[in-house]
């Protein structure tokens, strides 16, 4: 079955740096877009960016637009979202999920982001 396990969330400080990593089985991870996703609490879900089987055509919110960057490795089954340049406002649950914006078919079980001096 489908299975993602996001990872590298913590705490950061403003103006800090994360990555996030997402390993994927279950499914073929290189045909599929998969997408980073995230919900801040009390909040609805907010898809973040998205990327193709082969990773030619990204999109980002414009929240994140030039602070975050998308990226996949096919033969290791993995996403990723680098984020830097953190905002408290970018304080959430991070989710990887399959597909190109919400509603998702699959999504992991998120791994938590705090931005705080």
């Known amino acids: 079955q489908v299975h993602l396990v996001e990872s590298g969330g913590g705490l950061a400080q403003p103006g800090g740096s994360l990555r996030l990593s997402c390993a994927a089985s279950?499914?073929?991870?290189?045909?599929?877009?998969m997408s980073w996703a995230r919900q801040a609490r009390g909040k609805r879900l907010e898809w973040v960016s998205s990327?193709?089987?082969?990773?030619?055509?990204?999109y980002y919110a414009d929240s994140v637009k030039g602070r975050f960057t998308i990226s996949r490795d096919n033969a290791k089954n993995t996403l990723y979202l680098q984020m830097n340049s953190l905002k408290p406002e970018d304080t959430a649950l991070y989710y990887c999920?399959?597909?190109?914006?919400?509603?998702?078919?699959?999504w992991g079980q998120g791994t938590q982001v705090t931005v705080s001096s």
């Open positions: 999920a399959t597909g190109a914006t919400p509603p998702f078919d699959y």
């Open positions: 279950g499914f073929t991870f290189s045909s599929y877009t």
């Open positions: 990327i193709d089987s082969d990773g030619s055509d990204i």
